[in-house]
Each structure stands twice: as structure tokens, then as C-alpha cells.
């Protein structure tokens, strides 16, 4: 498998200022959305790094009318000492993600089930794909679910290589994923599968489309490194390729 890094995984957002410590991505068609608007550190930051960062994309944010301030720190580098007492101290939350990357004829065996159909998002269902989105993404409140809407309406027209694939089960729409592609890798994003239709194969079917449409690629993606579904990858025969920090404070 080609070698690959948290530098392959898709940021939606504007580079507004680079540094040698340091990427600001900026979003202003979703300000709302924090993986669009934070600082990704390119090296571990001193204490004193750190706080010139926060002090800038506070004021940075205030202009636009943002709440919040995130930092994403270099992959594999844990936050020790006075870093995490000062964040701990200063009220952020701390999570982490995984990396996990699969050649697709890796993948583990699943079966075919007659009542699952997976269809490519076109003009036809593209209606579907955003009712079925919005019902999802109301857990995060409304202006949320209606932000995404629009993102998904925007990249539909002008994103040629991030797909959309639906799954139905019997008929009722269950699922979907997003497929950002490049040369070398397909990465899966916004894997979801409706409540009432887990644990039904949905999810494998979905990933199995993947699989089966971009064998020559690397198949990647990032799961919440808090999360359960993450088991889920690694016995599907993922590849664990490391962890990355990230913090955040509203």
C-alpha cells in the first residue's frame, strides 16, 4: 500500500495564514463548522506558541462572529507537561482521531443481501441523499443540518471527485457515504447509517462499494478515537496508521 498520512485526509477549507509552526483553514460558507475553521500545528508548539496562537484566532474568530477556537496537533505527538495543564486548566475539550487505510482486496468477505440496493447520487436521488442527510445532522441542531445542505448543494455542482453513494434497504433510504477521491487514495467521509437500519450490513455494503469501485486505490479514513465504531475497522482489516490531538474550547 502507498504510504500514507493525516496529510492525505481531505480539509474542507482556505489556507488563510502559514506559517513554519503552523496552518490557519478558514470556511466562511460554514463558520459554524469547526473542522473548517481551526489551526493545525505543523510541530508541537511551545506553552508560550501556543497561547500567541489562541490569542490570534480568538480575535480572528470574533471578527466573523465565532464562538469557538480549535488546534489540531501534529500526528503521533502526544500533549504533555505544561501543554495539557494549560489546556486542562483553560476549559478545552480534548479528543483525538485514528488513521485507518486498507488495500481493498483486504477487505473482509461480505455477503450480498437482496434487500440492501447502494445507488451513486445523481440529479434522481439527489433529493433523497439531502432529506436523508438533514434528518441526521438535526443532532447537532438545525442551522447545522441546514448548513450542511448547502455544502452538499455547493460541492454537488463543483466537486467532481467527492461522490456520493445512497443505500436503500427494502426500498426506504437507510444510509450513505461520501467518497473524496485523488490519484492514489478514496477516502470515505460522512459514513452513516439511519438508526432504525443498523446492524443490518448497511455499513459494510457501503464501504464494499468503495472497495469494489477503487481497486486500485488506498481506501482511507479517520474514526473518532473515542468512539466504537473504530473496533469495527479493524476487523474489516484496516491498517491502523496513527493518532492525531486535537482541542477545542466554545
Known sequence: MKQVTFDDIYI???IVTENDLYRHYHYPEMLIRYDSNFIEFKKQPS??????????LREFHLRYGQKHVKFCFPANSRIEGELEDYLNKSGYENGFLELYAIHPDQFSAVEDQPDIDIQVVTDD????????????????GSEFAEAKIDLAKRQFKEEARIIRVLAFYKGTPAGYVDVITTDKTA???????DEAFQKKGIGSRLQ???MDNYPDKAVILVADGEDTVREMYRKQNYQYL????EVQKI
Open 208 to 210: 464494499k462499494f468503495v
Open 125 to 140: 436521488n439527489f433529493e433523497t441523499y439531502l432529506s436523508l442527510q438533514y434528518q441526521q445532522d438535526l443532532a447537532f
Open 242 to 245: 496513527g493518532f492525531q490531538n
Open 187 to 193: 477516502e470515505i467521509d460522512n459514513l452513516t447509517v
Open 12 to 14: 474542507l477549507g482556505n
Open 47 to 56: 506553552l508560550t506558541e501556543l497561547k500567541e496562537a489562541e490569542k490570534y
